[in-house]
C-alpha cells in the first residue's frame, strides 16, 4: 500500500514551452501533497504545499506564477512549469500523506526528470 | 521546522551493521521522526518512523532516547543495495525540510 505514482517519469522539452507533471495516490486519498525539486548530488528542496480544493503554499523564492499546482481531488494534483528555461531542468519529486488522523508519514512518488533544451 | 544534522557520508562492508545518528536538538513536542532512503534518480523511499523509544521493522531499527534530541537508524547486515542517501527527518503532518543526508557506501 501508500504508492504514489508520477507521470511521466522523464520529459524534453524546448525552452519556452509548458510542461505538465501529474502525482497520484494509487491506493489511498491524500488531503495534502507537497512538490520537491532536487538538482544534482543536492537534497530535495520543498516547493509548495498543495491542499485539495484550495490554492497550493509556496515556498519563499518559487513563482507561483511559473509553477502552477492543482489539486483537483483527493488523489491527484498537478504540478505545471510554465515558460521553461533550462535552468528548470531538474528532478521533480512529489509526495502525498495519507487522510486520517494516525496518517503523519509521507510517500514519496519516483519523481520526473525534465530536461529543458 | 526543526532542523537536523547527520554525518555527510559513511562507509560500512557488507554484512556488517550500521548505525546512523541523526541530531535533532528542536524537535518538537508533536514531531515525529522519520527516516527516508533515496536511490540515484528515485524518490525517497520510507524506511521506519518513530517517536520515542526504540522502533523495529523487517529492514531497520530506531532508537529513540528519552529527549529526543537525536536519533540512531540501525541497518542490521548492510549489502551493497543499501548503498543510498540516508535522510532523518522531523515533522508532524507538514512539510519536511531536507537535510543533506548520509550518504552511505557499502563495500564488498
Known amino acids: 500500500g501508500a504508492v504514489v505514482s508520477q507521470h511521466p517519469s522523464r520529459v524534453i522539452c524546448k525552452s519556452g514551452t509548458s510542461v505538465k507533471i501529474e502525482c497520484r495516490s494509487l491506493?489511498?486519498?491524500?488531503?495534502?501533497m507537497f512538490w520537491y525539486r532536487q538538482f544534482p548530488k543536492q537534497s530535495l528542496m520543498l516547493m509548495a504545499t498543495s491542499n485539495e480544493g484550495s490554492k497550493a503554499t509556496y515556498e519563499q523564492g518559487v513563482e507561483k506564477d511559473k509553477f502552477l499546482i492543482n489539486h483537483a481531488s483527493l488523489t491527484l494534483s498537478t504540478l505545471t512549469v510554465t515558460s521553461a528555461h533550462p535552468e528548470d531542468s531538474s528532478f521533480y519529486i512529489c509526495s502525498a500523506l495519507p487522510r486520517g488522523l494516525d496518517a503523519d508519514t509521507q510517500y514519496f512518488g519516483p519523481g520526473t526528470r525534465l530536461t529543458v533544451l | 521546522l526543526a532542523k537536523t544534522t547527520q554525518p555527510v557520508s559513511m562507509d560500512s562492508y557488507e554484512g556488517q551493521e550500521v548505525n546512523i545518528t541523526c541530531s535533532h536538538n528542536n524537535i518538537a513536542t508533536n514531531d515525529y521522526i522519520t527516516w527516508y532512503q533515496q536511490f540515484p534518480s528515485q524518490g525517497p523511499r520510507f524506511i521506519i518512523q518513530g517517536y520515542k523509544t526504540k522502533v523495529t521493522n523487517e529492514v531497520a531499527s530506531l532508537f529513540i532516547p528519552a529527549d529526543r534530541k537525536s536519533s540512531t537508524l540501525s541497518l542490521p547486515r548492510v549489502s551493497l543495495s543499501d548503498t543510498a542517501v540516508y535522510y532523518c527527518?522531523?515533522?508532524?503532518?507538514?512539510?519536511?525540510?531536507f537535510g543533506s543526508g548520509t550518504r552511505l557506501q557499502v563495500q564488498p
Open positions: 527527518l522531523v515533522a508532524l503532518r507538514g512539510a519536511l525540510t
Open positions: 491506493d489511498f486519498q491524500a488531503t495534502t
